[in-house]
């Protein structure tokens, strides 16, 4: 494989695939997502599904990170109807994709696949599990035996939605629980997430240039947060990726990090000159639990008052407006915080099914020095910041207003 299709890392020489998601020119024949099921005005100011996704996987000296990417989000959703850890064969999946797209079919070659025709092939063929067809060089372009198929018939997908590129229909998507699958070219800000903690800012448009020689890379959005104006990415590089020496978690992620001024704007007005082909067929993989969206829903939607007396309105505007403050006094990227009452940030932290949490309360006194240092020293840390966001529920109350205060 030609050096120019890969990202070397500096300090260990290994090398990155990052041309393995092939542009799609085709219409998408999937439904396009409608974003129904949650009200926005409701939509939570973050959602992290990491605790439920499977470990990292990593795609060595191949393109395959379509699959690796659509493997991580059908073993998400074996987790979370069956709390079961089931590996399914990457390279099932890479081949039977190829064999849609038809480039290669008399000669399978490693040159990568659309997240289309992956999800195709999902839906047509299924997918086997690991250990019937492994993930190595020798299976790579080898096709998978009958007996493989034979079982693969029986876990075909229901069902798959594309989103569009619109902040709405993305978080919704999140906040029903699902991750979505998404290709990207790459800038070289892209690689500067190694030494960063895995922070990807957006390009400096049209001043930084993007990396020509390079493919479009896929990987899967697990998550989101509003204060840090943010998607949380998974991608599928291994474990020394990133995190090296740092186990802070055991799924290694990058953010990726809009502006805080009018982040939403910049992220949908520069998407179509940052030829983000994919991200308008971003697709997810559905598994139609009926039980599963309501409670979600349900979750989302319920508000429990810090007192009887007190509206859950007045709580929820006077933590959204610590946000703002929080975020005009201290410009770098706080802990997302847990939009509710602090009696439902305690439910959540111990009932919630999905995101289950410990409860981190922080209770804000903006009137001395030691507030302010420890705003900007710590909670603007954003290793410390990786690790609450990953790690703890984050409940917060400014009690610099008297009235918060006497609460």
């Known amino acids: 494989m030609a050096d ?29 997502f409608g974003a129904s099921m949650v009200d926005p005005s409701k939509l939570p100011s973050s959602v992290d599904l990491r605790q439920l996704m499977t470990p990292i996987e990593d795609q060595g000296d191949t393109n395959s990170c379509v699959a690796n990417t659509l493997a991580g989000a059908y073993e998400f959703l074996i987790m979370k109807n069956h709390r079961k850890h089931i590996d399914v064969s990457r390279l099932f999946i890479y081949y039977n994709a190829r064999r849609i797209g038809g480039a290669h079919k008399d000669y399978i070659k490693d040159n990568g696949c659309t997240v289309v025709h992956a999800i195709s092939a999902l839906k047509k063929y299924g997918c086997c599990k690991e250990n019937m067809f492994e993930f190595n060089m020798q299976n790579l372009n080898k096709k998978p035996p009958a007996i493989c198929y034979d079982d693969a018939k029986n876990y075909r997908i229901a069902e798959a939605d594309s989103v569009k590129i619109n902040l709405i229909d993305m978080k919704s998507c999140l906040a029903e629980g699902y991750p979505f699958a998404f290709g990207i070219l790459t800038y ?4 500067d997430a190694a030494k960063n903690g895995g922070r990807v800012p957006m390009p400096k448009l049209p001043y930084e240039s993007q990396n020509a020689s390079h493919g479009a890379h896929a990987m899967l ?53 940052m030829n983000i082909y994919d991200w308008q067929e971003r697709l997810f993989i559905t598994d139609k639990s009926e039980e599963l969206v309501k409670k979600i829903k349900d979750n989302i939607s319920k508000k429990l008052p810090l007192e009887q007396e007190v509206s859950e309105n007045r709580i929820q505007l006077a933590i959204e407006e610590f946000e703002r403050n929080f975020a005009e006094v201290y410009p770098s990227a706080g802990p997302a915080l847990f939009i509710g009452s602090l009696n439902e940030a305690i439910n959540h932290s111990l009932f919630d099914p999905v995101d289950r949490r410990p409860l981190l309360l922080y209770l804000h006194r903006n009137r001395t020095p030691s507030t302010h240092v420890f705003c900007k020293n710590i909670l603007c840390n954003s290793e410390i910041i990786d690790y609450i966001d990953k790690n703890y529920l984050f409940w917060a109350w400014d009690c610099t207003r008297d009235a918060n205060y006497q609460r």
């Open 221 to 273: 959005a697990v998550g989101y947060s509003d204060l840090s104006q943010c998607f949380i990415v998974r991608n599928s590089w291994g474990n020394n990726w990133l995190l090296n020496d740092l186990q802070l978690s055991h799924v290694p992620v990058l953010v990726f990090t809009g502006n805080k001024i009018n982040a939403e704007n910049k992220l949908q007005n520069q998407a179509s000159s």
């Open 4 to 32: 120019e299709d890969c990202y070397v890392d500096e300090q260990t020489g290994r090398k990155y695939h990052v041309g393995g998601c092939l542009i799609s020119n085709e219409p998408s024949p999937f439904q396009k």
């Open 188 to 191: 070289k800000s892209f690689h």
